[in-house]
């Protein structure tokens, strides 16, 4: 049963547009959330997080999005550059747990075309 | 290094073989964990470490999987007796005490044929 989820595979959107990366999660103990970035042959990167008392986070061009009521998040990069093409992947951690593993999602592969 | 290093890159082992990975961690770096992702997937949890103990390991899918980290720093994730099912890339993360965001290293991808 997937934990956290993210339903769709692809997204294209042309250079300098907005990328919305959506992502759901279905376990309530979660109360901190992730974003990572993948290039091909690497290790995830990570981009920036958010915590459940908030329901914003803002950095540089990426901001992270909360709706902890319908346990939903969302990535907005806003403009979107050919750099970011990667794969995207959303984790949730519960913090009060004995360990701070990540659950992650499948992903997401961001498109950005010229 | 600056960052997560894991060796070997790449791995071929046949069908029955043992494999061992290993993991270099940030320095300094008291929780250390193993994932495991498979071709179109994210990355599942293996087992974590916090120094030198081994604190979950609820993630290892069988006996034939094995983590150690003797020392507090360098981590070895052992399996034995290789199956296909076990081809995929095995990542490395690292992060400090409490801190949520954890640094990957690029990963082993094992292949067993």
């Known amino acids: 049963d997937q934990q956290v989820k993210q339903n769709s595979p692809s997204l294209s959107v042309q250079e300098g547009r907005i990328s919305i990366l959506n992502c759901d999660y279905t376990?309530?103990?979660?109360?901190?959330f992730l974003w990572y970035k993948k290039y091909p042959a690497e290790g995830p990167t990570f981009l920036i997080s958010?915590?459940?008392?908030?329901d914003k986070n803002e950095d540089g061009r990426f901001t992270v999005f909360l709706n902890k009521s319908a346990k939903h998040l969302s990535l907005h990069i806003v403009p979107s550059q050919p750099g970011d093409s990667a794969v995207y992947f959303c984790a949730a951690s519960a913090m009060a747990g004995a360990n701070s593993k990540l659950t992650f999602g499948k992903g997401i592969t961001l498109s950005v075309r010229p | 290094g600056a960052g997560v290093s894991q060796s070997p890159r790449y791995k071929v082992a046949k069908r029955g073989q043992d494999v061992a990975l290993r993991c270099d961690p940030i320095s300094g770096h008291v929780s250390l964990f193993w994932y495991q992702q498979a071709l179109g997937q994210g990355p599942e949890f293996l087992t974590y470490?916090?120094?030198?103990?081994?604190?979950?390991k609820s993630g290892l899918p069988s006996d034939r999987f094995f983590a150690e980290r003797p020392e507090g720093s360098v981590s070895t994730l052992k399996i034995q007796r290789t199956q296909q099912e076990d081809s995929a890339v095995y990542l490395c993360?690292?992060?400090?005490?409490?801190?949520?965001?954890?640094?990957f290293g690029q990963g082993t991808r094992l292949t067993v044929v």
């Open positions: 376990n309530s103990m979660f109360d901190y």
């Open positions: 470490f916090q120094n030198e103990a081994q604190l979950d």
């Open positions: 993360a690292s992060s400090l005490a409490g801190q949520l965001e954890a640094f």
């Open positions: 958010i915590s459940s008392i908030k």
